[in-house]
């Protein structure tokens, strides 16, 4: 049973460029979240993925947008990079139907892309 | 807004005694559910366990248990018989019951050492 993947594993990129992450959800999992984790923080919630739609975003400018695949994969997209963007950004991937009670929202993370913005 | 605090940035603990980590958050929701994750220093997330706000009856897995005091709105983990392989950040985390979606919203963590 593969669990969450993430690409790349490590990622450097300029200030003022543009990177793309993706996620590949726990297989049966049709809902995927992305976090931001800056260094010595908890993880921070970007936005969350459900049927192809964003269902649910956090406090992240329009900088930061994504896409749902019809096969449940997802990428995370962040433009206009600046040094703050640095982080680890993590994916997790649950059920997103509720009527199974507390278990459908057992998120399950992948392992993370570790972005640093030059 | 939900907010979740870890006041003990840092513990340690001796290989096979007991630990307990404390979390509390602040929330006006009557229906929401809580988390205890472990992050290695590997970085991957790993669920501990989970703690359905209207179930009165504490969590518990294995060598992992909660002790959760909704009206204090408080949610400690207990770590029994501590390991070598327990060292990692934990973080407490709380989610809130709907139907807009399902937002984890964590704490800051709490790095536990644990030695021989």
């Known amino acids: 049973d593969a669990g969450v993947t993430q690409s790349p594993t490590h990622l450097i990129k300029t200030r003022g460029q543009q990177v793309t992450l993706r996620c590949s959800p726990k297989?049966?999992?049709?809902?995927v979240s992305w976090y931001q984790q800056a260094l010595g923080q908890g993880p921070q919630f970007i936005f969350q993925?459900?049927?192809?739609?964003?269902?649910q975003r956090g406090n992240f400018p329009d900088r930061f947008s994504g896409h749902q695949f019809p096969n449940y994969s997802s990428e995370l997209n962040v433009n206009a990079l600046l040094l703050g963007d640095s982080a680890l950004y993590l994916c997790?991937?649950?059920?997103?139907?509720?009527?199974?009670?507390?278990?459908?929202?057992?998120?399950?993370f992948g392992p993370g892309t570790r972005l640093t913005v030059t | 807004a939900q907010t979740v605090t870890q006041s003990q940035p840092e513990m340690s603990v001796q290989e096979a005694e007991t630990v307990t980590l404390s979390c509390t958050y602040d929330?006006?929701?009557?229906?929401?559910?809580l988390f205890w994750y472990k992050q290695p220093p590997s970085r991957q997330m790993i669920l501990v366990i989970r703690q359905e706000a209207y179930k009165q009856q504490n969590a518990t897995e294995n060598r992992f248990s909660v002790n959760f005091q909704k009206a204090a709105k408080s949610f400690s983990l207990k770590i029994s018989d501590s390991q070598l392989g327990d060292t990692a950040m934990y973080f407490c985390a709380f989610m809130k019951h709907g139907d807009s979606g399902y937002a984890l919203n964590f704490g800051k963590g709490t790095s536990l050492l644990v030695t021989p």
């Open positions: 929330t006006s929701e009557n229906n929401y559910y």
């Open positions: 297989s049966g999992h049709d809902t």
């Open positions: 997790a991937s649950s059920l997103g139907g509720g009527a199974a009670g507390p278990l459908s929202y057992e998120q399950y």
């Open positions: 993925y459900y049927e192809e739609e964003e269902r």
